[in-house]
């Protein structure tokens, strides 16, 4: 154990200052490899299997992600490529979902690359005695030393058979501890092999960024097979979870400088291209010989220009402008309707009280008040007419011929000099209004008249009992009547 960890020690040294030294390396070429991948929304197709991919055990996939365990006791899933791949280096981001009712959850979770399929097995619902590397994500103290949830990086050779009873900590090249249980968000891993060297990152789906990965371990001088199946597997046991991946992304990186496309590969797509573009000349003939009357039509003319686009973006935005102008002018007017009733309303009241009293005299200055509100609001209509005016002649003219940038910019300017000019009127009549500046007192209402006084209140008492009473009566006599009839 004091070999092992001093061995820890100094690989954990030599990562770290392999790590400030890879900060000044130019990052690797990333090429998707889609047959080795699978994510949502169209994941599975209609008889429920995934394109280029094998699902067996307990696992069930579905449109959006692969539950490869389902939160039932003893169940075990897996999902493997269908192909092996044969790339050098690789980065694999795993995006998955690990949730439970209880504290404590069970058993786990794997990403695997390993020589053969490990369809079935005790180790996370795939074979033992594996040759590859395994990433396992524990969710289960066996040992009871309370270091789980956990992640641990476990290489094989096909001879060693896992320590369950450790979990792997015996042997595990790597390990951090890192919950991934009932998170907000997905939970990212970020798996990249590389010159020999194997990185884990882990994003713990606490923010919905998904480049918000942290350093988890890494192992150098890494050995794996040169080629194998990439595959994620799940496994429950007295206690249960959900395991829900959500998507796999296989990445081929090749060192910069290098042909990021084999000579092979570059040939063969060559040659493709070659045939396709000959099969489009023949047709292209073939088309001009049937339809000779189209020879000679310049094809550019049937698409949208980049002068064409722009202007019509600019049209396009000023028909909205010009539709938010015309909501604002329509409610201007209802409001100048209002400030008018009320206008007709105060000026009655003064010509009935008149204005040698107190009350007359404010009425008399809400008045003034409404007046000067009344020639704000007409001032504005103006400026919303005028602006509207300029748009609509900055249409008519584009519509007619195309303008220049200079006049179109003088009629932006324009427009732009009638929206300022509309705030700042708004700003001062906002400000002319302002209870604080001008705190005008509205007169007090007459006292209503009370509609039922103390003497007809008794009135309506004295009838309701007296006919309160009489039914009551009533309701006696006919009772006596029923006992005598029976």
């Known amino acids: 154990q004091a070999s092992r960890h001093a061995r820890g020690l100094s690989a954990t040294s030599a990562v770290i200052q392999k790590h400030g030294a890879s900060t000044s390396e130019e990052a690797p070429h990333r090429r998707f490899e889609y047959k080795?991948?699978?994510?949502?929304?169209?994941?599975?197709?209609?008889?429920?299997?995934?394109?280029?991919?094998?699902?067996?055990?307990?696992?069930?996939?579905?449109?959006?992600?692969?539950?490869?365990?389902?939160?039932?006791?003893?169940?075990?899933?897996?999902?493997?490529?269908?192909?092996?791949?044969?790339?050098?280096?690789w980065e694999a981001e795993v995006t998955f979902r690990v949730s439970g009712r209880g504290r404590m959850g069970a058993d786990g979770l794997a990403v695997w690359?390993?020589?053969?399929?490990?369809?079935?097995?005790?180790?996370?619902?795939?074979?033992?005695?594996?040759?590859?590397?395994?990433?396992?994500?524990?969710?289960?103290?066996?040992?009871?030393?309370?270091?789980?949830?956990?992640?641990?990086?476990?290489?094989?050779?096909?001879?060693?058979?896992?320590?369950?009873?450790?979990?792997?900590?015996?042997?595990?090249?790597?390990?951090?501890?890192?919950?991934?249980?009932?998170?907000?968000?997905?939970?990212?891993?970020?798996?990249?092999?590389?010159?020999?060297?194997?990185?884990?990152?882990?994003?713990?789906?606490?923010?919905?960024?998904?480049?918000?990965?942290?350093?988890?371990?890494?192992?150098?001088?890494?050995?794996?097979?040169?080629?194998?199946?990439?595959?994620?597997?799940?496994?429950?046991?007295?206690?249960?979870?959900?395991h829900d991946v959500l998507s796999f992304l296989l990445f081929r990186l090749t060192e910069p400088g290098q042909q990021p496309i084999p000579k092979e590969e570059k040939d063969k797509y060559q040659e493709e291209f070659q045939n396709f573009q000959q099969e489009l000349d023949k047709k292209k003939e073939e088309f001009q010989k049937e339809h000779p009357d189209v020879q000679g039509e310049p094809i550019d003319d049937l698409y949208e220009s980049v002068n064409d686009r722009e202007i019509r973006q600019v049209f396009e935005g000023q028909n909205r402008i010009h539709l938010e102008i015309k909501q604002l002018n329509r409610q201007l007017a209802m409001i100048l309707d209002e400030q008018r009733r009320y206008v007709s309303v105060i000026t009655d009241e003064v010509a009935k009280k008149g204005t040698n009293t107190e009350s007359g005299q404010q009425l008399g200055s809400i008045v003034a008040t409404q007046q000067e509100v009344l020639k704000s609001l007409n001032e504005l209509k103006n400026s919303f007419h005028e602006s509207l005016r300029q748009i609509g002649s900055v249409q008519n003219q584009g519509n007619q011929a195309p303008m220049g940038t200079y006049e179109t910019m003088q009629h932006f300017n324009d427009i732009k000099e009638h929206l300022h000019t509309v705030k700042r009127n708004v700003?001062?009549?906002?400000?002319?209004?302002?209870?604080?500046?001008?705190?005008?007192?509205?007169?007090?209402?007459?006292?209503?008249?009370?509609?039922?006084?103390?003497?007809?209140?008794?009135?309506?008492v004295v009838v309701q009992s007296v006919l309160f009473f009489c039914y009551v009566m009533y309701k006696s006599q006919q009772e006596a009547a029923a006992k005598k009839f029976f």
């Open 36 to 89: 080795y991948s699978f994510k949502g929304p169209h994941l599975s197709q209609s008889d429920g299997s995934i394109p280029f991919w094998i699902h067996t055990g307990n696992a069930i996939p579905s449109a959006d992600q692969v539950r490869i365990t389902p939160s039932l006791r003893s169940q075990r899933g897996s999902v493997w490529t269908k192909n092996k791949v044969n790339f050098e280096h």
């Open 113 to 242: 690359f390993t020589s053969t399929q490990g369809l079935e097995g005790p180790v996370y619902g795939a074979a033992d005695q594996w040759n590859g590397i395994g990433v396992f994500f524990d969710s289960f103290d066996n040992d009871g030393k309370k270091n789980n949830p956990a992640i641990l990086v476990v290489g094989n050779n096909g001879n060693l058979v896992y320590d369950h009873q450790n979990d792997g900590s015996t042997q595990a090249l790597g390990t951090c501890l890192r919950d991934f249980r009932n998170k907000p968000y997905p939970v990212r891993a970020k798996i990249t092999y590389y010159k020999r060297t194997l990185t884990v990152l882990i994003n713990n789906g606490f923010t919905p960024d998904k480049e918000d990965y942290e350093f988890c371990t890494k192992v150098d001088n890494m050995v794996i097979p040169s080629d194998g199946f990439f595959g994620i597997s799940a496994a429950t046991g007295g206690l249960a979870d959900d």
């Open 427 to 460: 700003e001062n009549l906002v400000q002319r209004n302002n209870p604080a500046d001008k705190a005008v007192k509205c007169p007090e209402l007459p006292p209503m008249p009370s509609c039922l006084s103390t003497v007809h209140f008794a009135i309506f």
